[in-house]
């Protein structure tokens, strides 16, 4: 009997502006524009994507918040069922960053059993610019949240630096996990309900 290949819920969260979208858009084909604002998000919602994860086929249904933050607070659906969350914050944008523990305090509220994945995005720009958040916050970062991140990574959606590798690692982590939950339900003993004895010679339900 053919078994069906797992999906996984994976959510896009983070202030407004980080490149979601882009990173979006990037999952979806593998392309990126220029444009900004509210036309660059309309109609982006969510789109699956098939990965091979050491073997193992899975499909990873990543979600888009289509810009709505910024006018209103992400609704308990957009987190709910959600395998894992991508917090994302812009390198040349501190404040991006600075807000990150209040979207995974947001992330924990109405997903608590999903995966925290931190990625920087733009360092394209950082290189230009000049980065805002260097490799020791992000350290001393991950050591603040102790066992909260699965995982850290530093994109650039404009050139696709990292992209492919992120989506790839955290296919990896999602099926590993799945391969543990299936393997701990083999280990469960399966103990059944046991009916009082004199139910069972009487044939009557016990109150």
């Known amino acids: 009997m053919a078994t069906s290949t797992p999906t996984f819920k994976v959510i896009l969260c983070g202030e407004y502006g980080v490149g979601k979208s882009s990173i ?18 309309v109609g982006l919602d969510h789109a699956v994507t098939e990965f091979n994860a050491s073997g193992t086929q899975i499909r990873v249904e990543l979600w888009d918040t289509a810009g709505i933050e910024r006018f209103a607070t992400l609704s308990s659906s957009y987190f709910q069922s959600a395998s894992a969350a991508i917090l994302c914050y812009s390198t040349t944008d501190r404040q991006s960053f600075n807000l990150v523990s209040q979207h995974i305090l947001d992330i924990i509220m109405h997903s608590s059993t999903a995966r925290i994945f931190l990625c920087g995005n733009k360092i394209d720009l950082a290189v ?17 949240c102790d066992t909260v991140l699965s995982g850290t990574y530093e994109i650039s959606c404009k050139t696709g630096e990292g992209v492919k590798e992120m989506f790839a ?37 016990c109150s």
């Open 24 to 41: 979006f858009r990037r999952f979806i084909d593998n392309t990126f524009t220029l444009e900004t604002g509210p036309k660059s998000t």
């Open 128 to 144: 230009l610019q000049g980065e805002q958040i260097t490799e020791s916050d992000v350290q001393d970062f991950q050591i603040q």
């Open 169 to 205: 690692d955290i296919a990896m982590v999602l099926a590993r996990n799945q391969k543990y939950k299936f393997d701990r339900s083999l280990m469960m003993p399966n103990i059944q309900p046991q009916e009082n004895d004199e139910c069972q010679k009487s044939g009557k339900c």
